[in-house]
């Protein structure tokens, strides 16, 4: 007849051992869950500072594009509403190359490309004080037609780059019917 402490020994064993098992179940689960958590935060934030860099390009273009139609009674203040989104467009993209390096070209060139028309406007922007009673603007134009083709070129990039990141997946679960494909429809307008 065996031993009452071997029995007691193996079923203390065994009992161990389940513990150990099932202890190491849960800590693996919580470690997937915690991945799956990270790379879905990660993705967020991309998803975020692409936006943020896209929406203000959008906005630059606009913004010059009407700046360039005819004579404003402020053009200055349009003018530095252009200038405040090259720059919003410069720090986006900073941002962007942080949060993801594979698409710190694409950022830096439209960067670059907002940063040389917020300069094309200014410099070719003809201002004349209006010497009215209650004028606190510049009248004034932009004397030279605007050229879009290359700053529409590395907005295209972005997009493309964009795209290839998040490989079709959008905020909610959204297919290429979503928010960068609409955005992208949009700049083609």
Excluded: C
């Excluded at 967020?44 to 936006?51: H, L, V």
């Amino acid at each position: 007849m065996p031993d009452g402490s071997l029995a007691a020994l193996i079923t203390a064993g065994g009992t161990i051992a389940g513990v150990a098992v099932t202890l190491w179940g849960t800590v693996r689960r919580e470690s997937v869950q915690a991945e799956r958590e990270r790379g879905r935060l990660a993705l967020e934030a991309r998803q975020t500072a692409y936006g943020e860099l896209l929406g203000p390009a959008m906005q630059l273009r606009v913004e010059l594009e009407l700046a360039g139609q005819r004579s404003w009674r402020d053009l200055d203040v349009k003018l530095a509403a252009v200038d405040e989104h090259a720059r919003m467009v410069g720090q986006r993209a900073s941002h962007v190359a942080v949060l993801a390096p594979e698409l710190a070209d694409a950022a830096r060139a439209l960067a670059a490309a907002a940063t040389a028309l917020a300069a094309f406007a200014a410099r070719n922007a003809e201002l004349k004080y209006d010497p009215g009673p209650e004028t606190r603007f510049l009248i004034g134009e932009i004397r030279a037609p605007i050229d879009f083709s290359a700053f529409d070129a590395r907005l295209e990039e972005m997009y493309q780059a964009v795209e290839a990141d998040l490989g079709g997946r959008q905020p909610g679960g959204r297919g290429s019917s979503g928010r960068w494909a609409w955005m992208r429809r949009a700049s083609r307008r």
